[in-house]
C-alpha cells in the first residue's frame, strides 16, 4: 500500500527516475550499498568517484543487466526492479557501455538499426533519419563497417543508436574513454546537444570530473558503494577542496 | 569431371548441415552435437510419413523438414534454455548436447531397427551426362538446393531485421542485450532455421545413398571439420572450407580408396588446428565482457 502510494507520488513530481535505498552487486559481492538519487525531466546528472565505488553497476542495474538485490528504481512511476534490459529499452531507459561499444562487424546503418529492433520498419526509418541530422558525421558512412570507424565516430555511433528507440532516459558509461582531448570536447558537447535538443534526460558516468561537472545539472558523487554527496554540479566544480575529498 | 561434379555434390551437402551448426555455434557458442540427429530426424520422418500413412515424397518431405526445424526448437526450449537460464557454461550445454545426440540416435534405433532404409524412388533412374559427367537428379537437385538456400541465407542477414538481430547477437551478445534484443528470441529461430537445414540435408543424402540411424554423426563431423577449417563466423570461409574438405575426400577415395575418407577429413582437420586454428577466414576469437 505504502509502496504503491510512493509510486504515485514519483508520477506526480517531474522525476524521470527515482532510486531509493538500492543495494545490489555480483555474486555474493555486494557492491552498492542503499543508493538513492534521482533524475529530473531534462536533467543530467553526472555521476562521479574513484575507480571501483560502484558507477558502472549503478547503471548496469538500472538497465537490467544485473538485478537489484533490494530497494526501489521507480521509472515514470513504474517499479522496474525485475525488468529485462528490452523491457527497459521499450519503456524509454536506454544504455551505452563504456568503451564505444558498437556492433563492429555490422555496417553503420544495421547498428542504428539494431538500436530500433522493438520499433515497426517504419518507425525505425523516420527515427534514423531525424538522429542522423544530429550526426552528419555517420550519413557520410551509413555503409560503412562500424569497426572500420575512428574512435570518435565509433563514440558517436553508440549515442546515436541509443536515442533511436525515443528514449525519456540515456545512460552513457564514461563516453569519453579512450578519446583524444579534442575528440573529448566534441563528444561532451554533442551530448550537451542531445540533452537540449530531444529533452531527454541523462545519467552519466564519467571519470573525467571537471568536464562533467560543467556539463551536468546536478552530481551524485559515490564512495565505496555509498552515496558521498549528491547535490548542485556547478558549486561542486567550484569547490576543490570538496572535491579532493571525495576521491581521497 | 567426374571427379569435380563429385566434389561439388560432397561440398554441396556439407555445406548445408555446416550452415546450420555454424550459425547455431555463432549465436550460442557451444557445439550443438545434437545438430547430428537433426540430420538423420529428416529422412525418418519422411521415411515413416512415406511408408506408415502412405503420403506421397512430396508432401511428406516438407513436413519431415518441419518435424526437423521442431525437433531442433523442442531442443533449444527443453534443455538448453533451462541451462543457460542457471548460469551453465559451455561445456556443460556440449556434454547435455552430446547426450540427446546419443539418446535420439538410439531411440530413432530402436524405433526403425538399425538396417538401412529407404526413401528412393523403387525406379533406378539412369545419371545425367553434364559435362561428361554422370550425375543422378537426386545429385543435381542437392546441389540446386544448397546452392539456392545458400543464396537465401545470405539474403535473410542482409536484409531482414531477424537476421540483422542473429548477426548482432553473434557479434556482441552483452550489447546485444542491453540493445533490447531478445536473445531467447533470436537463439529459438536461430534453432528453427539451423534445424530445417539439417533435416534438408539429411533427406538430401538419405535420397541419394539411403539411410541408418547414425548417418549423423558422419555429417556433423564432415560440417565440424569444414566450420573450422573456413573460420568459425565466416560464410565465404565456410564454403571454401566445404569445398576443399570434400576435395581432399574425393580425391583419397579416387586415388587410395574410398575407405581414406574419413582419415583425410581428420588429416585436413589437424593441419588446420596445427597451423592456421582461425581458418581460412575467420578471426582470432575475441573475448566480450562490459
Not at chain 2, 73 to 89: F, W
Request: hydrophobic share 50%; charged share 15%.
Amino acid at each position: 500500500m505504502l509502496k504503491s502510494l510512493r509510486h504515485i507520488f514519483n508520477r506526480c513530481t517531474n522525476n524521470v527516475l527515482t532510486i531509493e535505498r538500492l543495494k545490489s552487486g555480483y555474486g555474493k559481492k555486494q557492491v552498492l550499498f542503499d543508493v538513492s538519487l534521482d533524475v529530473k525531466e531534462r536533467e543530467i546528472v553526472a555521476i562521479i568517484g574513484p575507480n571501483g565505488c560502484g558507477k558502472s553497476t549503478l547503471l548496469k542495474t538500472i538497465c537490467g543487466v544485473i538485478p537489484a538485490w533490494k530497494g526501489d528504481i521507480d521509472f515514470n512511476g513504474h517499479r522496474i526492479n525485475n525488468a529485462t534490459p528490452a523491457q527497459n529499452v521499450c519503456r524509454g531507459i536506454t544504455f551505452a557501455p563504456q568503451g564505444s561499444r558498437v556492433f563492429d562487424e555490422l555496417s553503420v546503418a544495421e547498428n542504428l538499426e539494431i538500436g530500433g529492433f522493438h520499433l515497426s520498419e517504419k518507425q525505425r526509418r523516420s527515427r534514423t533519419d531525424e538522429i542522423l541530422q544530429l550526426f552528419p558525421v555517420l550519413e557520410r558512412r551509413l555503409q560503412q563497417e562500424a569497426g572500420r570507424l575512428s574512435g570518435g565516430e565509433q563514440q558517436m555511433l553508440a549515442l546515436a543508436r541509443v536515442l533511436i528507440p525515443s528514449p525519456k532516459l540515456l545512460m552513457l558509461d564514461e563516453p569519453s574513454l579512450g578519446l583524444a582531448p579534442g575528440l573529448v570536447e566534441e563528444i561532451f558537447a554533442k551530448i550537451a546537444e542531445i540533452n537540449s535538443q530531444t529533452g531527454v534526460s541523462i545519467l552519466i558516468v564519467e571519470q573525467r570530473v571537471r568536464a562533467v561537472l560543467a556539463l551536468s545539472h546536478r552530481v551524485c558523487s559515490l564512495k565505496l558503494g555509498k552515496v558521498a554527496l549528491f547535490g548542485n554540479a556547478a558549486e561542486l566544480g567550484e569547490d576543490s577542496e570538496k572535491l579532493k575529498q571525495l576521491f581521497l | 569431371m567426374q571427379l569435380v561434379a563429385n566434389i561439388i555434390i560432397a561440398a554441396s551437402t556439407i555445406l548445408l548441415v555446416g550452415l546450420g551448426f555454424a550459425l547455431i555455434y555463432r549465436v550460442v557458442r557451444f557445439f550443438h552435437f545434437a545438430h547430428g540427429v537433426v540430420f538423420t530426424s529428416g529422412p525418418y520422418a519422411a521415411f515413416l510419413l512415406t511408408t506408415r500413412l502412405g503420403l506421397p515424397l512430396a508432401i511428406s518431405i516438407p513436413i519431415a523438414v518441419v518435424i526437423s526445424a521442431a525437433l531442433g526448437a523442442t531442443m533449444e526450449l527443453a534443455v538448453y534454455r533451462p541451462l543457460r537460464r542457471k548460469g551453465s557454461s559451455p561445456l556443460v550445454l556440449l556434454m547435455a548436447s552430446l547426450g540427446i545426440y546419443v539418446l535420439l540416435q538410439n531411440t530413432i534405433s530402436l524405433a526403425f531397427g538399425d538396417d538401412t532404409k529407404s526413401i528412393r524412388p523403387n525406379t533406378i533412374s539412369e545419371g545425367i551426362r553434364v559435362f561428361g559427367a554422370v550425375i543422378t537428379p537426386v545429385q543435381l537437385l542437392t546441389v540446386a538446393i544448397s546452392i539456392g538456400l545458400l543464396a537465401a541465407m545470405i539474403v535473410f542477414f542482409r536484409q531482414s531485421i531477424m537476421g540483422k538481430a542473429l548477426r548482432a547477437v553473434a557479434n556482441d551478445p552483452v550489447l546485444a542485450n542491453i540493445s533490447g534484443i531478445d536473445s531467447d528470441r533470436v537463439i529459438f529461430w536461430t534453432f528453427v532455421i539451423g534445424s530445417a537445414l539439417a533435416g534438408i540435408a539429411g533427406i538430401m543424402v538419405a535420397m541419394d545413398v539411403d539411410m541408418t540411424p547414425n548417418m549423423g554423426m558422419n555429417a556433423l563431423m564432415m560440417a565440424v571439420v569444414a566450420v573450422i577449417v573456413g573460420g568459425v563466423g565466416s560464410m565465404p570461409g565456410l564454403i571454401l572450407g566445404a569445398v576443399l574438405l570434400s576435395a581432399a575426400q574425393q580425391l583419397s577415395s579416387w586415388f587410395l580408396g574410398s575407405q581414406w575418407q574419413e582419415p583425410m577429413a581428420f588429416a585436413v582437420l589437424l593441419v588446420f588446428l596445427l597451423f592456421r586454428p582461425q581458418g581460412f577466414l575467420g578471426k582470432r576469437v575475441k573475448n566480450a565482457s562490459i
